[in-house]
């Protein structure tokens, strides 16, 4: 399939059933990864957001070719100010395994986003589970990771209040 193909009909016809059968497609008959970058930096919103949409998506499915390029499409986020693309780009986050080069960065986001009440809440729950992924991998963060959590305020939306709640559980059976 063709990136810019791949644009149109997601702008033509924005569905949750478009995107899985999109997701499929692309499963069976590729895609230039190359290309799809180059297209994505070019494409104006809302259509970039649509990409990054069906892009998480994806990574569910085959979360190599995106582990592969996780340098530039971590870039791409840092430079984002879209709320909708970030919080594609963390979801996306959460379903790679990140490498060495960009785990410490992606945790370092983490720690800052989870506390910020700028932040939309999605962002900030999709940072929780990275930063909860990283603990896991380096047992030696679990300490710090469970504080951020526990110094939430009370007051946080309920969604952050339950992946607070859940995460400290997970934390604990880690030490």
Known sequence: MITTQLAQILTENR??????????EVLKT???WD????????TPLPSKWYLTWWLSHYAE?????????????WEVLIE????????DFWKLLTRISLND??????????????PSQKRAVAVRAY?????????KRYPDLTHEVKLIFENLSPEEPASIQARK????????RLT
């Open 101 to 114: 080069d960009l785990i410490g960065k992606a945790y370092d986001e983490a720690m800052r986003t989870i």
């Open 30 to 32: 590729g895609l230039d």
């Open 15 to 24: 569905t949750k059933q478009t995107v899985d059968r999109l997701v499929n």
């Open 61 to 73: 499915e085959d979360p190599e070719p995106i582990e592969s390029r996780q340098a530039l499409f």
């Open 35 to 42: 290309q799809f970058i180059e297209i994505f930096l070019s």
């Open 127 to 135: 940072a929780m589970e990275v930063a909860f992924n990283v603990a």
């Open 165 to 172: 709640r859940n995460f400290l559980k997970k934390l604990k």
């Open 80 to 87: 984002n100010t879209h709320p909708s693309i970030e919080r």
